[in-house]
């Protein structure tokens, strides 16, 4: 919850103009719960997943197991897109380009969120790792390791996933890599780091009101473990139940 409240008539909810000098800074509550364990999770999973693929060799099989969290993670997203807090909704940060484009020019105001070009480069992120996950549920290495849903496709359409896996491999890092250059411009040359935030869940923010805050209380958490639960199960039926059919 904010700790003080200034006055920022005249602004649309959830953003604050270019001056951010202006008025008394407010912590307002940006980040719920749910969405910083899904962050900081997703992080060490695709780390976990590209440090033991490279290992190789018994290390794999933590790749796969990588795989699946990732899977249950982007599962659990997509559900809090809709029904999470404010911050978290996809409604709050839709992509749109012309903005990210009006916002690298300095002419959008500043989100309490995601802004119009982070917003850009979550969906991006997130749909370059289902690419990902998803063609390796299909993919071989043409030894001793498969896919779970190998034996559903032919040899020819799981060669051609695995072609795609290992060429989404690089996309998922240049994503990655350009996002950390984004995290330190922001934080070495526009003064506003953003790594603080994602792990308190708190920001301070000149103009901010109290409307600006997502709720963040026993409720959604509640909510976000039973959608973290129910995305770990699907995921679980997927990788052992439906090879079997």
Known sequence: MPRSTPGANGRRSGSYGPATGRGRATVVRVWDLPTRLFHWALVACVIGSLVSINIGGNAVGWHFRFGYAILTLLLFRVAWGFVGPRHA???????????????????????VGH??????SVYALLLALA??????LFANDAIMWDGPLRSLVSNSTSDRLTALHQFNRVVVIGLVLLHLAAIAYYRFVRRDALVGPMLTGDR?????????????GLRERLLGLALAAASAAIVWAVVTKLPAW
Do not use: C, K, M
């Open 204 to 216: 301070e923010i000149p103009g901010a009101t109290e409307q600006d805050s997502a709720r963040d």
């Open 89 to 111: 909704r996809f409604a709050n940060f839709p992509p749109n380009p012309a903005a990210a484009w009006r916002y690298l020019r300095g002419r959008e105001p500043h989100r």
């Open 131 to 136: 690419v990902q996950v998803v063609t390796g």
């Open 115 to 120: 802004s119009p070009l982070g917003a850009l």
